[in-house]
């Protein structure tokens, strides 16, 4: 029984950490709270289900999810925010809000309101490491999450384009000097994150078996408050506060059975943690 | 005379035009971003439902309560808020919302899931309020509000707001007590919010949990940011014409939420001042017209 609750807290927190990823990349360099950024994780649930509808394989269907997101992001970033950038905070991020909301609407008004089941049959074995067994869903998330982080991860530390990246992050304007394209690397930064959205609508998708307009709205807020966990625009922060969130609420709402709602817990996570960090776990001021 | 409809209509829209105005308070003079703004009239509403149910208090002190229990608990707030700047203020608030409408819908104390109800009109010389004289009490409560936005803005306070709000290590310099304004904004702010709260239990007769959440912080937000936020008459309009539209738009039933998104992001991207800010097009063409005009600070 606590096994299989870690197991569904590893999962949970794998999934998050594909979504947050994408929005601590953004904020990283554009320093704008991507609302709409949930809004492209259930595109990417809606695309990955009509495309397995289509084709029948799983991981068509993922890649096709993780293509049509990545664009949409790009077109998101050229169209919404390069043009706010310069105004108050607040002006993205009510855009943002806008967009997320108009987005919800249009997949219901094209996909109808009801819950779609996604079977996607996905040919994958349980994982048994000692007493902690993950079913077939489980591993495949952890899998594909796992692969992704792990490409992400080679990708940032050990290539020219990575130093790019960590270097707009950390300085936009000195970066451009060094004759480094920081717009290239903004979009680079949405391709890369939107894509991992999409990902994660797919998988989220399969492990539920559904997929339905509003599967974003508790993840656009929640994940806000797990990259402000990890410290906002901190890629491995934002890891560590996704496992860690994902562990603690399945653990205390599942095991020692708190009479709290689970979505709420990020939320008080975050704001105790903000009391004694006010930048996040792994934040530097 | 009015129609019913229309009275009841006036009346959801006056109680958002305290909201935005309050909120106008935190966010436009004072600069802090709240996403949260709905817990604290939820906070009202609930400490105004429970003292006339239960506790058995007329309307009136009720009403005051309201609006003290949420100032107290905006000061309270605002303390961990201090500790946070811009993005991470805009994140705690929102998770406050959160956290506030989870202790409201969890704890058996507040109705949990099925809220409260049983709440009557407020009586005046024991006569209860029809719908036009409660329209008229939220009038009277607006014009309150503006009153005090005016008289503030008019003293150090509204100064000392508009210098956190440009620079807040400039002003702290220029020996401001910044956390003492701050925490003022968020307790006038929470203050109006309260007041509008006890008006809507009051009106509605019947709360629940969803009244107040994050949504609705939300909505409230997109009528100031709509209208012109950091302007008196900014929240004002855009409280009256977001509020109107889902009256309006009753034809496109289908769609209105839909555009109201799209309406949002346009604006943003093409008068991100909004609608009657500094920089708006209607503003600005206001004053070609009246070149010879100096026109006030706001």
Known sequence: MLWQQIANGIATGAVYA??????????GVLRVLHVAHAGIYTLGAFVGLFTYRA????????LAAMVVCAIVGVLIERFLYAPLLHLPRIVPLIGSIGLFIAMEEGFRIVAGPYALAYDAEVQFGNLALGPLRLSAPQTVILVVTLVLLGLLWLLLSRSRIGLAMRATAMDAETTSTFGISTRAVVTLNFIIGSALAGASGVLIGVYDNQVWPTMGSIPAYKCLAIVVLGGLGNIPGSVLASFVIGLAETLLIGVVAIPFPRDALAFVAMILVLMFRPHGLLGRG | MLSGYVVTVLIT????????????????????ISLGHAAFMGIGAYTSALLYTKAGWGFWPAFLAAGAMAALVGAILAIPCLRVRE?????TTMGIN?????????IPFFGAGMGIGGINAPTLFGRELEKTGFLTLVVLVILATIAADRWLMRSWTGLAWSAIREDEHAAGAMGIDVVRFKVLAFMLGSAGAGFAGSLYAHFLTFIMPVNFNFGQSMVILSMVVFGGIGTLRGPIIGAIVLGALPEISRPAMEYRTFLYGILLLLLMRFQPDGILGERSLVVRGWRALRPNRVVGIR
């Not at chain 1, 084709?55 to 993922?62: N, P």
């Not at chain 2, 959160?98 to 409201?104: G, I, P, S, T």
Request: proline residues 0%; aromatic residues 18%.
């Open chain 2, 87 to 91: 993005d991470f203020l805009a994140i």
């Open chain 2, 13 to 32: 829209i006056g109680i958002y035009v305290i909201l935005a105005l309050s909120l106008n308070i935190i966010t436009g003079y004072a600069g802090q």
């Open chain 1, 18 to 27: 594909l979504t947050t990823l994408g929005l601590t990349m953004v904020y």
């Open chain 1, 55 to 62: 084709t029948g394989s799983f991981w068509i269907g993922l």
């Open chain 2, 98 to 106: 959160f956290v506030v409408e989870a202790v409201f819908l969890y």
